[in-house]
């Protein structure tokens, strides 16, 4: 009888263990909330570990439950590091966000689109690494125009390696007149201290969070649940919230 209860303890404790997602900082703050709110309303914990991701990677090896993406290439990326314990038809789609220009609060050098950026003596900072890689050059060549992209590389000032380097620069460096980066750390940077400029219709460039079930996971029930629960009707107003676009 002990050893059928010592068992069965040991069952119900691995069914409500805590579910483990690694990924990067972009998504983060939604990830986080909507977790808070899993766990109220489902009784089930949810711990989201993120940041750039050498920082988490080798423990995620061992024990992550869910991998989450700040878009496609990274979660590519993330296939082929855990060898096997990643499967592309696992990886759900979450919602995008768009790719624009942060300045500083109230706009000194008036910049209203991307193409105020190719002009002399504007500062630009991209981020050149993480879920960004080729971003600035996407949205310079979208028309097709060499130009463009030459005038932008005259003005970079700052090449970050990740988003988080790049924000920590920003509040560093006062030198910086513009950063290039998704709309939603704008919301991180603090919305009384920067504005969000949108790039224009003619240089928009739209990147979607992914996230996914490692094949490794103890815990696979919940960790379906809460990825179904981030994607409901009921999360849309989280991700709103923290400006990324709702389904």
Known sequence: MKKILFASLLFS???YAEVIAYGPGGPAPVLKELATEFEAKKGKKVKIVAGPTGQWINQAKADADI???GNSSMMDGFIKAFDGNLD???VEV???REAGIVVKKGNPKNIKSF???LKDN????VVDGAGQVGLYEDMALKNGKRKDLLKLRKNIVYYAPNSKMAVDRWNSDDSIDALIIWSHWAKVLGEDKVDFIQAGKDFIIYRAAEIAVTNSTKN???AMEFIKFVQSKDAQKVWKKWGWQVK
Do not use: G
């Not at 504007?122 to 900072?125: C, F, H, L, Q, S």
């Open 88 to 90: 592309v038809k696992n």
């Open 94 to 96: 979450l919602n995008i």
């Open 13 to 15: 404790s691995a069914i």
């Open 67 to 69: 991998i989450f993406a």
């Open 122 to 125: 504007i500062n630009v900072m």
């Open 115 to 117: 193409k105020d950026l």
């Open 220 to 222: 696979k029930e919940v």
